[in-house]
């Protein structure tokens, strides 16, 4: 066992211990849990992570291969690099900010704390994953306990919102395993062995074999990825699920989604662009264009809502759609800032749901029309909250402003769109949209904060407890310094964005792939080019 999948099965086990401890005792499932998460951040952060400082690497580190069903082709094989390190540091926190919150849950206890560390296992395994069945199984393995924790634990229209939210991602699971299979028959016609491996798949993506200049073949397989991994972002149009499912979970749903969605544009960013180049390059208007429309669509909709949850859903979306505009950029400083703009999102998003979570507990309302003048009542909720406005808004200093202008340079400089006539009209588009963000941030924090105390509940109201302080801080530092010291979490995945890009712009024979001998070759060709200029 290395250290990728202790990292990967430790919440596994946590919610294991959970299950089988006695009834009647609700302090200890939480305390195992909370331990079981607390150990999972720690191996990502101290095990893990610091491999990709100073800068990150060409290849998959911390490897595991094992055979598992050699005649199908199928392999126990992970890995990680600069892109997915972050994700699943992302994970273990908001899993840990999230089991922070559910200090509150008493009800069905042992069930609740077992399905959150079920479902980190499914998030932290599928960012982990190297073999598309090994991803897919990981995929799917996180609908269960979603749908499970909003069908028990959600608002009056929890059975509803559950079902619309497996239904649509379970939708989206089919296109997956169809495509998957298709690349895989694909490969053992063209290599004469059925492989899963997306290192060996890319390996014969690189070097002309797979397609063997077969446009057509690859466009029709490139879709159903396409499609599996838009409507789990969500992307304009397959967003539908998003506001039933934040509006309707419990706290801990939607702070934990910061962290499933990304499954979305991590699966773009491992599978789409190394599988599918010449796909991707030849859909770009459509993409970009998805990814703009998510983004104007997003904000103009959350101005108009009166549920604090659903304008954050479609905040969300709007989000989303500047890591997609980032990723279809298909150059370094658009890609970096969609990346980038992933781990903004999550926390960013996260402490919003999590300091609406903390009105939720104490007024049981998320209707702005309940609430006014919290600022004098509840002043440190207040200054928590303006940071993850300001984040959300994008303001210079923060987080959501790095991903979203590195987002959009990228998008403006990209020379795919150049003779469509269209990256200055996305651009300005999504910059338009920026003010409306603005616009109902802004309202938000008003009408929570500002206004006349003159609701007698409201008067009644404490302010945040110093372990609620501790939990949001923690969240509004990593906003503060992702702004001021961007380069902290930019220099480790630059490098694997870099090669990301490569597989999906340079043409068959200089694409780089996974492989380690293939990464050598390239290291050494770029010593040898710095030694020929000195």
């Known amino acids: ?31 195992v849990a909370i331990s079981a ?36 082709g199928i392999s126990y094989h992970v890995g990680v690099d600069g892109i997915s390190v972050w994700l699943v540091v992302l994970t273990a926190l908001l899993t840990l900010v999230a089991l922070a919150f559910s200090l509150y849950v008493d009800k069905r206890v042992k069930t609740y704390f077992a399905l959150v560390l079920m479902l980190e296992t499914a998030m932290i395994g599928a960012f982990l994953s190297l073999d598309l069945v090994l991803f897919f199984t990981f995929f799917e393995a996180t609908l269960i306990p979603m749908w499970m924790l909003i069908n028990l634990w959600g608002g009056e229209r929890r059975a509803y919102a559950a079902n619309k939210f497996l239904i649509y991602t379970f939708a989206g699971s089919i296109f997956l395993l169809v495509g998957m299979v298709a690349v895989a028959l694909q490969y053992q016609r063209t290599m004469g062995t059925l492989s899963f491996d997306v290192v060996d798949i890319q390996a014969a993506v690189a070097n002309g074999s ?53 499954l979305g544009s991590f699966g773009l960013l491992r599978f789409c662009l190394p599988l599918f180049p010449d796909a991707v390059r030849a859909n770009l208007p459509i993409l970009m264009g998805l990814a703009v429309a998510g983004i104007l669509y997003g904000a ?29 950029s298909l150059n370094n400083t658009g890609m970096v800032g969609g990346a980038f703009q992933q781990l903004s999102h999550g926390v960013t998003a996260g402490m919003l749901f999590l300091l609406v979570g903390y009105l939720y507990q104490r007024r049981g309302s998320t209707m702005f029309r309940d609430f006014g003048g919290l ?12 940071i993850a406005m300001l984040g959300g808004v994008g303001l210079p200093g923060t987080n959501g402003y790095i991903g979203e202008s590195l987002a959009m340079y990228g998008a403006f400089a990209t020379g795919y769109l150049g003779q469509y006539g269209l990256s200055t009209v996305f651009v300005v588009i999504a910059g338009a949209s920026m003010v409306v963000a603005a616009a109902y941030m802004l309202y938000f924090f008003q009408q929570v904060c500002y206004g006349p105390l003159d609701n007698p509940i409201n008067r009644r109201l404490r302010d945040l407890k110093r372990w609620e302080i501790g939990v949001a801080a923690v969240l509004a530092v990593l906003i503060l310094w992702g702004g001021l010291h961007p380069s902290t979490f930019i220099r480790p995945l630059e490098t694997s964005v870099q090669v990301t890009r490569e597989m999906a712009t340079e043409p068959i024979g200089r694409r780089p792939t996974w492989t380690n001998r293939t990464n050598d070759v390239v290291v050494l060709a770029d010593e040898a080019s710095e030694r020929d200029r000195g």
């Open 210 to 262: 797979l397609w063997m200049k077969d446009m057509p073949l690859q466009a029709l397989l490139f879709w159903p990825f396409v499609i599996a991994f838009l409507i789990k972002c969500p992307a304009f149009p397959f967003h539908t699920w998003i506001p039933d499912t934040y509006a309707e979970s419990p706290t801990a749903g939607p702070i934990l989604s910061c962290a499933m969605v990304k």
């Open 1 to 31: 066992m290395g250290i990728l999948t202790l990292l990967t099965l430790l919440p596994l086990l946590g919610a294991i211990l959970v299950l089988f401890m006695p009834e009647g005792n609700g302090r200890m499932p939480k305390i």
């Open 375 to 386: 600022k004098a009542q509840m002043p440190v909720f207040a200054t928590l909250l303006l």
């Open 300 to 328: 103009i909709v959350a101005v108009v809502q009166t549920d604090m949850r659903r304008m954050l859903a479609y905040s969300s979306l709007s989000h989303m759609g500047f890591v997609l505009l980032g990723i279809f």
């Open 37 to 72: 998460a607390v150990a999972t951040f720690a191996v990502a952060v101290l095990g893990v992570l610091p491999s990709f400082f100073p800068d990150g690497s060409r290849r998959f580190l911390f490897e595991e291969r094992l055979s598992w069903l050699p005649q199908l």
